[in-house]
């Protein structure tokens, strides 16, 4: 059973910065393929960034040159650094590895 906590969430203003943590359980963290999604209000949930247990990683060209995805293996956990936020950045960020889902994190971007 893998479980998965996310943090960091928060409301924050145009041009802001947050920065999201996903904390993982189980020994195999430090191989493990890791995602960042977001699903906006009556829109699909839809993959921001991955970074593979080599810390490769790869970002929607929303969010290129202003988030940043990397991990921490002694920590098991995987962040989300999130720069010049927009207002269509607002959304609920969920991490995945494998098939498991975290709880989610409300991010909301508004003045």
């Known amino acids: 059973q893998v479980r998965l906590v996310e943090s960091g969430g928060g409301l924050v203003q145009p041009g802001g910065s947050l920065r999201l943590s996903c904390s993982a359980s189980?020994?195999?963290?430090?191989?493990?393929?890791m995602g960042w999604y977001r699903q906006a209000p009556g829109k699909q949930r839809e993959l921001v960034a991955h970074?593979?247990?080599?810390?490769?990683?790869i970002l929607a060209d929303s969010v290129k040159g202003r988030f940043t995805i990397s991990r921490d293996n002694r920590k098991n956990t995987i962040y989300l650094q999130m720069d010049s936020l927009k207002p269509e950045d607002t959304a609920v960020y969920f991490c995945?590895?494998?098939?498991?889902w975290g709880q989610g994190t409300q991010v909301t971007v508004s003045s």
């Open positions: 995945k590895m494998l098939g498991f």
């Open positions: 189980g020994s195999i963290f430090s191989i493990t393929a």
């Open positions: 970074i593979t247990g080599g810390g490769t990683t």
